[in-house]
Protein backbone atom coordinates (compact mmCIF):
# COMPACT_ATOMS: atom_id res chain seq x y z
CA UNK A 1 0.00 0.00 0.00
CA UNK A 2 1.64 3.46 -0.90
CA UNK A 3 1.79 5.48 2.07
CA UNK A 4 2.58 9.39 2.54
CA UNK A 5 5.90 10.21 2.69
CA UNK A 6 7.23 13.69 3.04
CA UNK A 7 11.09 14.67 2.54
CA UNK A 8 12.73 18.28 3.90
CA UNK A 9 15.81 19.61 3.96
CA UNK A 10 17.07 21.83 6.84
CA UNK A 11 20.31 24.06 6.45
CA UNK A 12 22.42 25.84 8.38
CA UNK A 13 20.22 29.24 7.31
CA UNK A 14 16.67 27.63 8.78
CA UNK A 15 15.41 27.55 12.18
CA UNK A 16 17.80 24.08 13.24
CA UNK A 17 16.63 24.07 16.30
CA UNK A 18 12.88 22.70 15.34
CA UNK A 19 14.73 19.58 13.94
CA UNK A 20 15.41 18.86 17.69
CA UNK A 21 19.18 17.32 16.66
CA UNK A 22 21.29 16.08 19.17
CA UNK A 23 24.32 17.78 19.87
CA UNK A 24 26.59 15.55 17.61
CA UNK A 25 24.39 16.21 14.67
CA UNK A 26 23.95 19.64 15.50
CA UNK A 27 28.32 19.69 15.39
CA UNK A 28 28.28 17.63 12.61
CA UNK A 29 25.91 19.38 9.92
CA UNK A 30 26.52 23.07 11.24
CA UNK A 31 29.47 23.41 13.02
CA UNK A 32 31.50 23.36 10.48
CA UNK A 33 32.95 26.24 7.98
CA UNK A 34 31.65 24.47 4.77
CA UNK A 35 27.84 23.94 3.78
CA UNK A 36 25.80 21.42 5.63
CA UNK A 37 22.41 20.02 5.66
CA UNK A 38 20.68 17.41 7.60
CA UNK A 39 17.86 15.49 5.24
CA UNK A 40 14.64 14.25 6.73
CA UNK A 41 11.63 11.93 6.06
CA UNK A 42 8.54 12.18 7.77
CA UNK A 43 5.31 9.81 8.02
CA UNK A 44 2.44 11.45 10.33
CA UNK A 45 4.71 13.86 11.45
CA UNK A 46 7.13 11.26 12.99
CA UNK A 47 10.76 11.10 11.37
CA UNK A 48 11.24 7.90 9.72
CA UNK A 49 14.28 8.72 8.04
CA UNK A 50 17.71 10.70 7.64
CA UNK A 51 20.95 11.55 6.28
CA UNK A 52 23.23 14.52 6.44
CA UNK A 53 26.03 16.34 4.17
CA UNK A 54 28.41 18.26 5.06
CA UNK A 55 31.19 20.15 2.98
CA UNK A 56 34.58 18.81 3.69
CA UNK A 57 38.12 20.80 2.46
CA UNK A 58 38.94 20.51 -0.63
CA UNK A 59 41.44 17.71 -1.82
CA UNK A 60 44.79 18.83 -2.57
CA UNK A 61 44.69 17.58 -6.36
CA UNK A 62 41.01 19.11 -6.92
CA UNK A 63 41.47 22.11 -4.96
CA UNK A 64 39.25 24.58 -7.60
CA UNK A 65 36.45 22.03 -6.48
CA UNK A 66 34.14 21.78 -3.29
CA UNK A 67 33.39 17.91 -1.84
CA UNK A 68 30.48 16.67 0.75
CA UNK A 69 30.00 13.71 2.68
CA UNK A 70 27.11 11.60 2.98
CA UNK A 71 26.65 10.48 6.36
CA UNK A 72 24.05 9.14 9.59
CA UNK A 73 22.18 7.55 6.91
CA UNK A 74 18.98 5.68 8.66
CA UNK A 75 15.25 4.26 7.57
CA UNK A 76 13.24 3.19 9.93
CA UNK A 77 12.91 -0.62 10.32
CA UNK A 78 9.09 -0.32 10.13
CA UNK A 79 9.47 1.35 6.89
CA UNK A 80 12.33 0.14 4.74
CA UNK A 81 12.92 -0.52 1.40
CA UNK A 82 10.43 1.27 0.35
CA UNK A 83 12.68 4.36 -1.61
CA UNK A 84 12.66 6.60 1.60
CA UNK A 85 16.88 6.57 1.41
CA UNK A 86 17.20 6.68 -1.73
CA UNK A 87 14.79 10.24 -1.92
CA UNK A 88 16.99 11.41 0.71
CA UNK A 89 20.01 10.88 -1.15
CA UNK A 90 18.46 12.71 -3.94
CA UNK A 91 17.76 15.87 -1.42
CA UNK A 92 21.25 16.04 -0.74
CA UNK A 93 22.07 15.38 -4.77
CA UNK A 94 19.73 18.64 -5.19
CA UNK A 95 21.47 20.45 -2.45
CA UNK A 96 25.12 19.73 -3.72
CA UNK A 97 23.80 21.17 -7.42
CA UNK A 98 22.17 24.45 -5.42
CA UNK A 99 25.68 25.13 -2.96
CA UNK A 100 27.98 23.82 -5.68
CA UNK A 101 29.33 21.49 -4.48
CA UNK A 102 31.47 19.46 -7.04
CA UNK A 103 31.56 15.67 -5.32
CA UNK A 104 30.08 13.88 -3.03
CA UNK A 105 31.29 11.02 -1.29
CA UNK A 106 30.45 8.56 1.84
CA UNK A 107 31.72 5.23 3.63
CA UNK A 108 28.85 2.96 2.92
CA UNK A 109 28.14 -0.12 5.20
CA UNK A 110 26.97 -3.91 3.66
CA UNK A 111 23.17 -2.26 4.14
CA UNK A 112 23.68 0.90 1.78
CA UNK A 113 26.67 -0.42 -0.81
CA UNK A 114 23.92 -1.81 -3.19
CA UNK A 115 21.80 1.01 -2.72
CA UNK A 116 24.74 3.34 -3.46
CA UNK A 117 25.91 1.08 -6.27
CA UNK A 118 22.29 1.27 -7.79
CA UNK A 119 22.46 4.94 -7.13
CA UNK A 120 25.27 5.12 -10.12
CA UNK A 121 28.31 6.00 -7.37
CA UNK A 122 31.61 4.81 -8.28
CA UNK A 123 33.66 2.58 -5.57
CA UNK A 124 37.33 3.98 -4.60
CA UNK A 125 39.24 0.91 -6.24
CA UNK A 126 41.09 -0.64 -2.99
CA UNK A 127 38.68 -2.42 -0.61
CA UNK A 128 39.32 -1.22 2.83
CA UNK A 129 38.25 -2.42 5.65
CA UNK A 130 37.51 -1.58 9.65
CA UNK A 131 40.28 -3.70 11.75
CA UNK A 132 39.82 -5.03 14.83
CA UNK A 133 43.17 -6.04 17.34
CA UNK A 134 41.23 -8.26 20.04
CA UNK A 135 42.55 -6.39 23.52
CA UNK A 136 43.99 -9.98 24.25
CA UNK A 137 46.68 -10.32 21.49
CA UNK A 138 49.53 -9.19 21.96
CA UNK A 139 51.07 -8.86 18.30
CA UNK A 140 54.68 -7.82 17.86
CA UNK A 141 55.61 -7.28 21.64
CA UNK A 142 55.28 -3.57 21.06
CA UNK A 143 57.94 -0.65 19.97
CA UNK A 144 59.64 0.16 23.23
CA UNK A 145 59.02 3.55 22.71
CA UNK A 146 56.62 5.51 25.11
CA UNK A 147 54.44 7.47 24.28
CA UNK A 148 53.37 10.97 26.23
CA UNK A 149 49.76 12.45 25.94
CA UNK A 150 49.84 15.66 24.13
CA UNK A 151 47.06 18.45 24.10
CA UNK A 152 44.84 18.73 20.91
CA UNK A 153 46.54 22.34 19.52
CA UNK A 154 49.92 20.25 19.41
CA UNK A 155 48.16 17.32 17.78
CA UNK A 156 46.93 19.34 15.26
CA UNK A 157 50.01 21.67 14.49
CA UNK A 158 52.01 18.24 14.62
CA UNK A 159 49.99 16.75 12.31
CA UNK A 160 49.61 19.81 9.63
CA UNK A 161 51.51 18.57 6.67
CA UNK A 162 50.59 14.93 7.72
CA UNK A 163 49.26 12.62 4.56
CA UNK A 164 45.51 13.35 4.85
CA UNK A 165 42.69 12.71 1.94
CA UNK A 166 42.40 16.83 2.65
CA UNK A 167 45.13 19.03 3.05
CA UNK A 168 45.68 19.88 6.67
CA UNK A 169 43.84 23.03 8.24
CA UNK A 170 43.86 23.91 11.42
CA UNK A 171 40.35 25.42 11.53
CA UNK A 172 38.90 22.35 10.26
CA UNK A 173 40.92 19.69 12.21
CA UNK A 174 39.99 22.08 15.46
CA UNK A 175 36.20 21.23 14.61
CA UNK A 176 36.76 17.43 12.95
CA UNK A 177 38.04 16.81 16.99
CA UNK A 178 35.43 18.48 18.99
CA UNK A 179 32.59 15.92 18.36
CA UNK A 180 30.75 16.75 21.43
CA UNK A 181 30.01 12.89 22.50
CA UNK A 182 33.72 11.72 21.95
CA UNK A 183 37.03 12.37 23.98
CA UNK A 184 39.78 12.63 21.89
CA UNK A 185 43.28 11.53 23.28
CA UNK A 186 46.37 12.44 21.54
CA UNK A 187 49.71 10.89 21.91
CA UNK A 188 53.38 11.13 20.28
CA UNK A 189 56.41 9.55 20.70
CA UNK A 190 59.08 11.19 22.57
CA UNK A 191 60.99 12.52 19.04
CA UNK A 192 57.60 13.03 17.71
CA UNK A 193 58.07 11.01 14.63
CA UNK A 194 54.69 8.71 16.30
CA UNK A 195 51.48 10.73 16.36
CA UNK A 196 48.22 9.06 16.89
CA UNK A 197 44.62 10.02 18.31
CA UNK A 198 42.47 7.70 19.89
CA UNK A 199 38.25 7.66 20.97
CA UNK A 200 36.45 5.37 22.71
CA UNK A 201 34.22 4.28 19.99
CA UNK A 202 30.38 4.93 19.91
CA UNK A 203 28.42 2.89 22.66
CA UNK A 204 27.15 -0.57 20.39
CA UNK A 205 27.52 -3.92 21.58
CA UNK A 206 31.38 -4.48 21.48
CA UNK A 207 33.01 -1.54 23.17
CA UNK A 208 36.33 -0.32 21.58
CA UNK A 209 38.93 2.22 21.04
CA UNK A 210 39.00 4.03 17.61
CA UNK A 211 42.65 5.01 16.51
CA UNK A 212 41.29 7.56 14.60
CA UNK A 213 44.63 8.58 13.12
CA UNK A 214 48.18 7.25 13.00
CA UNK A 215 50.80 9.13 11.42
CA UNK A 216 54.60 7.64 11.37
CA UNK A 217 57.05 10.50 9.99
CA UNK A 218 53.59 12.21 8.44
CA UNK A 219 52.75 9.44 6.62
CA UNK A 220 50.17 6.35 7.36
CA UNK A 221 52.34 3.62 8.24
CA UNK A 222 51.51 -0.06 6.97
CA UNK A 223 49.27 -1.96 9.38
CA UNK A 224 52.12 -4.35 10.50
CA UNK A 225 53.84 -1.33 11.89
CA UNK A 226 50.77 0.46 12.96
CA UNK A 227 50.30 -3.24 15.46
CA UNK A 228 53.38 -2.59 17.08
CA UNK A 229 52.32 1.05 17.95
CA UNK A 230 48.96 -0.31 19.21
CA UNK A 231 50.72 -2.82 21.74
CA UNK A 232 52.31 0.59 23.60
CA UNK A 233 49.32 2.74 23.31
CA UNK A 234 47.26 -0.52 24.76
CA UNK A 235 49.67 -0.13 27.91
CA UNK A 236 49.25 3.66 27.99
CA UNK A 237 44.90 3.42 27.92
CA UNK A 238 43.02 3.15 30.84
CA UNK A 239 40.67 0.59 29.91
CA UNK A 240 41.59 -2.77 27.75
CA UNK A 241 39.14 -2.82 25.33
CA UNK A 242 39.97 -3.74 21.64
CA UNK A 243 41.08 -1.45 18.90
CA UNK A 244 39.65 -0.46 15.44
CA UNK A 245 41.11 1.18 12.68
CA UNK A 246 40.33 1.97 8.67
CA UNK A 247 43.09 -0.18 6.54
CA UNK A 248 43.87 -1.79 3.55
CA UNK A 249 46.60 -3.83 3.64
CA UNK A 250 45.14 -7.07 6.08
CA UNK A 251 45.85 -8.97 3.41
CA UNK A 252 49.29 -8.31 3.08
CA UNK A 253 50.15 -9.18 7.50
CA UNK A 254 52.09 -12.39 7.88
CA UNK A 255 50.01 -13.16 11.04
CA UNK A 256 46.68 -12.50 9.68
CA UNK A 257 45.43 -14.16 12.81
CA UNK A 258 46.61 -11.11 15.14
CA UNK A 259 43.61 -8.90 13.51
CA UNK A 260 40.04 -9.35 12.39
CA UNK A 261 37.88 -7.60 10.28
CA UNK A 262 35.05 -5.51 11.86
CA UNK A 263 33.37 -4.37 8.87
CA UNK A 264 34.44 -3.56 5.06
CA UNK A 265 34.91 0.14 4.80
CA UNK A 266 34.33 0.97 1.07
CA UNK A 267 34.34 4.59 -0.06
CA UNK A 268 31.92 5.81 -2.82
CA UNK A 269 31.66 9.12 -4.70
CA UNK A 270 29.36 10.70 -7.45
CA UNK A 271 30.54 13.42 -9.77
CA UNK A 272 27.87 16.26 -9.33
CA UNK A 273 29.92 18.56 -11.81
CA UNK A 274 31.75 18.26 -14.71
CA UNK A 275 36.04 17.59 -14.36
CA UNK A 276 35.89 16.16 -11.09
CA UNK A 277 38.22 13.13 -10.32
CA UNK A 278 37.76 11.28 -7.25
CA UNK A 279 41.88 11.07 -5.90
CA UNK A 280 43.64 7.16 -5.61
CA UNK A 281 42.77 6.05 -2.56
CA UNK A 282 45.58 2.89 -3.59
CA UNK A 283 47.23 2.60 0.09
CA UNK A 284 45.72 5.07 1.35
CA UNK A 285 44.52 4.77 5.48
CA UNK A 286 41.45 6.45 5.52
CA UNK A 287 41.18 8.28 9.35
CA UNK A 288 38.56 10.18 11.91
CA UNK A 289 39.47 13.41 9.66
CA UNK A 290 38.30 11.95 6.48
CA UNK A 291 35.24 10.99 7.39
CA UNK A 292 32.60 10.79 10.21
C1 LIG B 1 20.45 1.44 4.50
C2 LIG B 1 19.06 2.03 4.70
C3 LIG B 1 19.20 3.51 5.08
C4 LIG B 1 18.26 1.90 3.39
O1 LIG B 1 17.00 2.54 3.51
P1 LIG B 1 15.76 2.17 2.54
O2 LIG B 1 14.81 3.30 2.66
O3 LIG B 1 15.28 0.81 2.85
O4 LIG B 1 16.44 2.15 1.09
P2 LIG B 1 15.66 2.23 -0.28
O5 LIG B 1 14.28 1.68 -0.10
O6 LIG B 1 15.77 3.60 -0.82
O7 LIG B 1 16.51 1.25 -1.20
C5 LIG B 1 16.84 1.56 -2.53
C6 LIG B 1 17.04 0.33 -3.34
O8 LIG B 1 18.00 -0.56 -2.83
C7 LIG B 1 17.47 -1.85 -2.73
N1 LIG B 1 17.80 -2.32 -1.41
C8 LIG B 1 17.38 -1.82 -0.24
N2 LIG B 1 17.92 -2.54 0.78
C9 LIG B 1 18.72 -3.48 0.20
C10 LIG B 1 19.54 -4.51 0.72
N3 LIG B 1 19.67 -4.70 2.05
N4 LIG B 1 20.21 -5.32 -0.14
C11 LIG B 1 20.06 -5.13 -1.47
N5 LIG B 1 19.31 -4.16 -2.02
C12 LIG B 1 18.63 -3.35 -1.18
C13 LIG B 1 16.00 -1.78 -2.85
O9 LIG B 1 15.57 -2.85 -3.66
C14 LIG B 1 15.77 -0.44 -3.48
O10 LIG B 1 15.63 -0.59 -4.85
P3 LIG B 1 14.17 -0.69 -5.49
O11 LIG B 1 13.23 -0.08 -4.50
O12 LIG B 1 14.30 0.06 -6.75
O13 LIG B 1 13.99 -2.17 -5.64
C15 LIG B 1 18.27 1.26 5.80
O14 LIG B 1 18.29 -0.11 5.47
C16 LIG B 1 18.85 1.45 7.19
O15 LIG B 1 18.51 2.43 7.88
N6 LIG B 1 19.71 0.53 7.67
C17 LIG B 1 20.29 0.61 9.01
C18 LIG B 1 21.30 1.75 9.12
C19 LIG B 1 22.39 1.62 8.12
O16 LIG B 1 22.98 0.57 7.95
N7 LIG B 1 22.70 2.74 7.46
C20 LIG B 1 23.75 2.83 6.48
C21 LIG B 1 24.96 3.43 7.12
S1 LIG B 1 26.23 3.71 5.95
Known amino acids: MAISIETSIITA ?4 NAAGL ?3 LNWWCFGGRGAGAF ?18 PPF ?3 GAFR ?40 TPNSE ?3 IYRKLNYAFCEEPAELVLIPFDNSVAGGTHKALTEIQKDEYINLTLDCSRLFKGCAKYLQWRFAKPSAEFRFFCSQDRSAIMAVRPGSPG ?22 LEYVEQLRQTLTEQKPIIFP ?46
Open 112 to 114: SEP
Open 13 to 16: SQNR
Open 205 to 226: PLGVYVLSEFFLCGQKPPLEIT
Open 22 to 24: SDD
Open 247 to 292: STDRCKLKDRTAVRVYRNFPMAYKRVAEGFIFPSTHQYQFTDSDYG
Open 39 to 56: VQAHHDGIRIGQATVVEK
Open 67 to 106: VAEIGHNYVDKAFRRRGIFSKLVDEIEKFARIEGISALYV
Open 60 to 62: PSQ
